[in-house]
């Protein structure tokens, strides 16, 4: 595996792969890897030649200073994590070779996708994603980019950008990847404290309740009956649920029979921010 610090030995490397008519997946992540990274990378492994993987906490998606501060880093041991992966490529730049002397976002129209749901509680978070990933893409320059469903609005989003910037890269949306309680993997669990890790389950198995019930209850009665759930937790505090459609993550009041509808829910153990969502048939 080669490690890369900077953009221009990064692009000098690719273009030689590139001119040998090889593909380039891409995998970009914050680093605290876990198994739901290596599977992307897994994914990416079998349908490219060349996977590039890239490390860099990003300044500009995180609207608490002190959740960036606090970010797990953990650089060694992510290393020996993609060297035993079917990672090629690994690009750790720093903050400066991405942003140079200007640390802001660019301001991105996703056509209403950023309103919804973590826009209302993380100002400015999709100009920082957006920025970075259009940043990313275009020093790499890959033919196919793999994100996992976690983060389905920003998959959403990240697909916007793509089409409407015309950038010449496929999004591939992947599975959540799970611990075996159901929890979604995130960088951000290490941090979870042990009662507070032990109860995180529950937003999970709440999720495939609905799925559940939304075969024959209404999208009110489900909301009501989610909101006593988490009443009865003292140890989880409910940011939001919503029921939206997959296409417009608009809120749904109502199900449409042309429509296909994703449950999402944000919520606090402690001071770590949850977040998952679930596929819904009716």
């Known amino acids: 595996m080669k490690i890369f610090n900077n953009k221009k030995d990064l692009r000098d490397c690719l273009l030689e792969h590139k001119s040998n008519k090889k593909t380039i997946g891409f995998v970009p992540t914050m680093g605290a890897l876990h198994d739901g990274h290596l599977s992307l990378i897994e994914k990416a492994s079998e349908k490219n030649d060349i996977v590039v993987v890239s490390i860099f906490v990003n300044p ?39 942003y140079s002397e200007n640390i802001t976002s660019e301001k991105f129209d996703f056509d209403g996708l950023e309103h ?25 320059a890959p033919d196919k980019a793999y994100f996992g469903q976690k983060d389905f609005q920003q998959l959403q989003i990240i697909k916007k950008m793509v089409k409407k910037n015309h950038l010449n890269v496929k999004i ?7 611990e075996q309680d159901g929890l979604a993997m995130s960088s951000r669990n290490i941090r979870l404290s042990k009662e507070h890790r032990e109860i995180a389950p529950f937003v999970y198995k709440t999720l495939k309740k609905v799925k559940k ?7 009110s009665e489900i909301n009501k009956w989610l909101e006593n759930q988490f009443k009865k937790q003292p140890l989880l505090t409910l940011e939001y649920f919503t029921i939206a459609d997959e296409k417009a993550l608009e809120t749904a009041k109502t199900k449409e029979p042309n429509k296909k509808y994703r449950a999402f829910i944000a919520v606090f153990a402690g001071e770590i921010r949850l977040i998952d969502n679930i596929r819904l048939k009716h």
């Open 60 to 98: 500009t998606q995180f609207d608490n200073v002190e959740d960036l501060k606090k970010y797990p880093k953990t650089i060694e041991n992510d290393i020996k994590l993609l060297s035993a992966a079917s990672c090629d490529i690994l690009f750790s730049p720093k903050v400066e070779e991405i």
């Open 116 to 140: 919804q749901m973590e826009g209302k509680f993380r100002d400015g978070h999709f100009n920082g994603v957006g920025t970075v990933v259009k940043t990313l893409f275009k020093i790499v």
């Open 172 to 178: 591939k949306g992947c599975p959540i990847f799970r």
């Open 213 to 219: 019930k939304f075969s024959h209850k209404s999208i």
